[in-house]
């Protein structure tokens, strides 16, 4: 089995104004909403690990009669605050890889260590979907299907996904009017 490099696309740059033909525009409260709806979805579970921890100590110290010291329970729990802090960095890291381009030929979607790349041609059906706080921050989670499988784009902006669905639709419609 051969070696190869990873193929090298070269995107554009982050389109900001209006929509003019097929490119789809981003503006920077449609950014603030994403940052801080990944922002919190990355807190809750960072955050539902303490009282889970807690209370796995509290149930330890009840089935050991109670003969746990602070020092015994200081130490669990600061490992329970650091793996918590390093799941919200992880998800800030992969925050500030976010990125979505849609160019005459491809939707580009990046986040985190995901990168997709889905011709326009292969998009067989666009469909999205939401959730109670995807609508708090007017977010939607669309999903591409094509002959190869699925592509989940998530979160994008409500504004941006209703453009890049007119784009995809409409393309072919006037392409087999040409």
């Not at 260590?113 to 939401?130: G, K, N």
């Not at 109670?132 to 669309?142: E, M, P």
């Not at 190869?148 to 392409?175: D, F």
Request: hydrophobic residues 50%; contains cysteine; neutral net charge.
């Amino acid at each position: 089995m051969a070696l190869t490099d990873p193929i090298d696309i070269q995107t554009p740059r982050l389109i900001t104004g209006e929509v003019h033909g097929s490119e789809i525009v981003v503006h920077g409260d449609d950014l603030k909403r994403v940052r801080l709806y990944c922002r919190l979805a990355a807190a809750i579970p960072a955050l539902a690990v303490v009282p889970l921890a807690l209370f796995v100590i509290w149930i330890s110290i009840l089935l050991f009669d109670g003969h746990w010291d602070s020092g015994q329970t200081l130490v669990p729990l600061a490992v329970v605050l650091v793996a918590a802090a390093a799941c919200y960095l992880r998800a800030e890291l992969r925050l500030r890889s976010y990125r979505l381009d849609l160019t005459s030929d491809a939707l580009i979607f990046e986040y985190g260590r995901t990168r997709s790349y889905v011709p326009r041609e292969h998009i067989q059906l666009f469909d999205t979907e939401s959730s109670i706080l995807l609508r708090i921050f007017r977010l939607r989670r669309c999903n591409l299907h094509t002959g190869g499988g699925m592509v989940v784009v998530s979160p994008v902006p409500a504004r941006v996904a209703s453009a890049v669905e007119r784009l995809i639709y409409e393309q072919p419609a006037m392409m087999r009017a040409d």
